[in-house]
């Protein structure tokens, strides 16, 4: 006869089972082996009818004891139990060859194993490796070369240096004298036509690189200025004229000819503007070559006026002029837009300076400009001084040459420091213009070659040095040049 259920595994004693021959017949099947546990109780006391215990109050007892708790099967709902079989009989669809991730993957795929494939794989494998590890730092040198292309080889760097909230460029404006018909008493040759053309490439190059406006005025022949012997007069209207054309420009710098930019990498803001109560002086008696009185004396002047210093904020500065050895120089100077400068423009072009003063002012305008100064005491509180190597540099033959106390640190130009701009005035009167205008100009190329440009030139005199050849080519062609431009 089989059992439905397993004896006890006590000996003479235990769970009882139908059909088990027992001594214990009068035991149900539900109870618990016969044997008493007084010290099992059921609120405080035996439990009613006889000493013994039921198995379900045993368990609940003991797990009150060991503090376990009851256990359950896993996996008991019947989507628990049916998932993977619901799944299974679920519709499938084509990805597109997507892989089954639940597949296996194959050795060596992706892997680099020294033992195995061709050397071609080997290479794409470690430059593959290589490239993931340096996939930050090839990110950011990307990105630093394409900042350098776009801000120095593009167009892109004039916008941001014309942009007035960021490099301000639009603020300024070059005007610069081109007097292509020869003016009123001398026409142009060759020589004088090669000074306009590198004098104008010069300015307009340095313009683009910063960001400046040009104004390439044409001083030909007029009739509002040679009926009257009024050239060199023009460019107090040109000015004022530069101020109309434009509106939303701050600082109108004049240059002159015979000028010549040396160092075009420097901005108008760093050499000027960025420091500007620091690179000027407002007491002419610092260097005074004119022996002006100063400050004017007065019982009808204001104190600022008084002052041999104005009110000493730099917002009120609306003209900077150098002065050489023998005065005012207008060859570089600068005019702010102001209340102040409209007034001054129109005091400066009244014909009453030129028509009584024409033949005795050698120096025209600028004459004049000092004459204002020193009888117009308002004019003295907004004129600002420079130091004139700091915008308008001279070369040897200009304020003394040798013997007269050449070079003069004050005045004449400077390659060791690197003066930013020379002004070749006077180069008509018994000096060389074209001359002093190539050699700068083959100086300034010189100083400002790039890194690269200089280690091909260093290695080309080392192999001239070595071998004792000399550039016959480049004499050659130097020699035509001159012939032509001669």
């Known amino acids: 006869m089989s059992l439905s259920r397993s004896p006890s595994p006590r000996a003479g004693g235990g769970w009882s089972s139908p059909?088990?021959?027992?001594?214990?017949?009068?035991?149900?099947?539900?109870?618990?082996?016969?044997?008493?546990?007084?010290?099992?109780?059921?609120?405080?006391?035996?439990?009613?009818?006889?000493?013994?215990?039921?198995?379900?109050?045993?368990?609940?007892?003991?797990?009150?004891?060991?503090?376990?708790?009851?256990?359950?099967?896993?996996?008991?709902?019947?989507?628990?139990?049916?998932?993977?079989?619901?799944?299974?009989?679920?519709?499938?669809?084509?990805?597109?060859?997507?892989?089954?991730?639940?597949?296996?993957?194959?050795?060596?795929?992706?892997?680099?194993?020294?033992?195995?494939?061709?050397?071609?794989?080997?290479?794409?494998?470690?430059?593959?490796?290589?490239?993931?590890?340096?996939?930050?730092?090839?990110l950011i040198v990307l990105l630093l070369l394409l900042s350098v292309i776009l801000f120095n080889v593009t167009p892109l760097h004039t916008v941001y240096r014309r942009t007035s909230w960021l490099g301000g460029g639009s603020k300024y404006v070059i005007v610069l004298a081109a007097n292509v018909g020869g003016?009123?008493?001398?026409?142009?040759?060759?020589?004088?036509?090669?000074?306009?053309?590198?004098?104008?490439?010069?300015?307009?190059?340095?313009?683009?690189?910063?960001?400046?406006?040009?104004?390439?005025?044409?001083?030909?022949?007029?009739?509002?200025?040679?009926?009257?012997?009024?050239?060199?007069?023009?460019?107090?209207?040109?000015?004022?004229?530069?101020?109309?054309?434009?509106?939303?420009?701050?600082?109108?710098?004049?240059?002159?000819?015979?000028?010549?930019?040396?160092?075009?990498?420097?901005?108008?803001?760093h050499q000027l503007f960025n420091s500007?109560?620091?690179?000027?002086?407002?007491?002419?008696?610092?260097?005074?070559?004119?022996n002006i009185t100063h400050p004017p004396a007065g019982p009808y002047l204001d104190p600022i006026a008084l002052s041999p210093t104005g009110d000493n904020k730099t917002s009120s500065i609306d003209l900077i002029v150098p002065q050489d050895c023998a005065g005012f120089n207008l060859?570089?100077?600068?005019?702010?837009?102001?209340?102040?400068?409209?007034?001054?423009?129109?005091?400066?072009?009244?014909?009453?300076?030129?028509?009584?003063?024409?033949?005795?002012?050698e120096h025209k305008e600028q004459d004049a400009l000092e004459h204002l100064y020193g009888a117009h005491p308002w004019i003295r509180s907004h004129t600002a001084f420079i130091q004139q190597r700091r915008i308008n540099s001279f070369p040897k033959g200009a304020c003394g040459g040798e013997g007269d106390g050449y070079p003069d640190k004050r005045f004449h130009y400077s390659e060791a420091d690197r003066d930013f701009l020379v002004n070749m005035a006077g180069c008509e009167w018994g000096r060389d213009c074209w001359g002093e205008m190539y050699n700068f100009r083959e100086l300034s190329n010189r100083l400002n070659r790039s890194r690269w440009e200089r280690l091909k030139d260093g290695l080309g005199e080392r192999w001239r040095s070595l071998t004792g050849k000399k550039e016959e080519k480049e004499e050659g062609e130097e020699n035509k040049e001159e012939k032509k431009e001669g």
């Not at 194959?106 to 892997?111: C, E, F, Q, S």
């Not at 390439?216 to 012997?229: C, F, G, N, Q």
């Not at 060859?331 to 033949?359: C, N």
Request: glycine share 8%; with cysteine.
């Open 19 to 138: 059909g088990l021959a027992s001594d214990f017949n009068s035991i149900s099947g539900r109870s618990s082996p016969r044997k008493t546990y007084p010290d099992l109780y059921m609120n405080g006391s035996a439990a009613s009818g006889s000493g013994s215990v039921t198995w379900a109050s045993a368990k609940a007892k003991s797990d009150e004891v060991n503090g376990y708790p009851s256990f359950s099967t896993r996996k008991t709902g019947f989507f628990s139990r049916h998932a993977r079989r619901i799944s299974n009989s679920l519709p499938r669809f084509n990805l597109g060859g997507r892989r089954d991730f639940s597949d296996r993957e194959k050795l060596g795929r992706g892997r680099w194993y020294p033992n195995g494939g061709s050397k071609f794989d080997r290479f794409k494998t470690f430059v593959g490796n290589v490239t993931r590890r340096m996939k930050l730092r090839l």
């Open 183 to 269: 003016g009123v008493m001398d026409w142009k040759g060759p020589r004088e036509w090669a000074i306009e053309r590198d004098s104008v490439k010069n300015k307009r190059k340095y313009a683009k690189k910063w960001g400046y406006d040009l104004e390439i005025v044409d001083m030909s022949t007029k009739k509002r200025y040679a009926h009257e012997w009024r050239e060199s007069w023009e460019k107090v209207d040109t000015m004022r004229n530069c101020m109309r054309k434009y509106p939303k420009a701050e600082w109108f710098w004049w240059l002159d000819l015979n000028t010549f930019i040396m160092e075009p990498s420097i901005s108008l803001q």
């Open 276 to 290: 500007l109560g620091a690179n000027t002086y407002r007491n002419i008696n610092d260097y005074n070559p004119l």
């Open 331 to 361: 060859g570089s100077f600068f005019l702010r837009r102001s209340a102040w400068t409209d007034r001054l423009l129109d005091i400066w072009w009244d014909p009453v300076l030129y028509e009584q003063k024409h033949m005795e002012w």
